[in-house]
């Protein structure tokens, strides 16, 4: 019971022990190598990425400013827009669940009207 189920080897050689031991160095050292080699390539394409998403950002970022000030021009009309057609609604009872549909609010008389609201149909048209 005592005795183990598989008998130790007794390596009597000891030019093999060192044999598979020079192996395993260089297998390991082979692999770190491969490791060096896979870590560097990936950061130099982490790297190409990102400098590529920068210059991506900057042409991005000029063409949001452009539509940024083009909105701003258009705002004061916008909102003139939006306070006429809420001065319609209230005259016009009908016209109010067109404007609730946008989301404008009914009775806003200051150039601050409510912003419209994106149109999201309570339910999907049938087909």
């Known amino acids: 019971m005592n005795e183990p189920e598989k008998p130790i080897q007794n390596f009597s050689d000891t030019g093999d022990l060192k044999q598979q031991i020079a192996n395993l160095n260089r ?17 130099a394409y982490v790297g190409l990425q990102a400098r590529r998403t920068g210059k991506d950002l900057d042409v991005i970022r000029d063409q949001a400013s452009r539509i940024s000030e083009a909105n701003e021009k258009e705002d004061p009309a916008i909102r003139g827009i939006i306070t006429r057609l809420s001065e319609y609604g209230q005259t016009h009872p009908d016209y109010q669940q067109i404007l609730q549909k946008y989301g404008i609010k009914p009775g806003t008389n200051s150039g601050a009207a409510s912003p419209v609201a994106p149109v999201h149909p309570a339910t999907a048209p049938k087909k």
Request: charged fraction near 0%.
């Open 27 to 43: 297998q390991s050292n082979f692999l770190f190598i491969c490791l060096v080699v896979v870590t560097l390539t990936f950061t």
